[in-house]
């Protein structure tokens, strides 16, 4: 989850405090301080995003960076194919769990195109 912290609650509320009460803050201010986003990684794309699809009429949830999703769906769309049907098609070849067999496919398909 994007913006939850890991330290202590009494350290976090601290934190927040210290973030919204300024001198001579308005509850106008504050209260738009109090919900505005908190400040994300840099990183925050390489982040981790469940995702729900459905295989064999069974609802499953896969965890992927958006990388790899935007990449599974680019070959789905060359293959002429749904994105459920070559989710399918990976889980019936997995020998690991369905995140970990959906990035090698990707991977092995970005090889296979670069001719490696």
Not at 71 to 97: C, F, W
Request: with cysteine.
């Amino acid at each position: 989850m994007s913006g939850v912290s890991t330290c202590p609650p009494k350290i976090f509320w601290y934190a927040q405090i210290q973030r919204l009460y300024k001198p001579g803050s308005t509850i106008g201010s504050v209260r738009k301080r109090w919900l505005a986003p908190l400040p994300q990684k840099a990183n925050s794309s390489n982040m981790l995003r469940k995702r729900s699809v459905t295989i064999s009429g069974h609802r499953t949830s896969i965890s992927l960076e958006d990388e790899f999703w935007a990449e599974l769906v680019h070959i789905a769309k060359q293959n002429h194919t749904s994105l459920n049907a070559m989710i399918a098609a990976i889980d019936g070849d997995r020998e690991t769990n369905l995140s970990s067999a959906i990035r090698l496919f990707v991977l092995a398909n970005l090889r296979a195109a670069a001719g490696r």
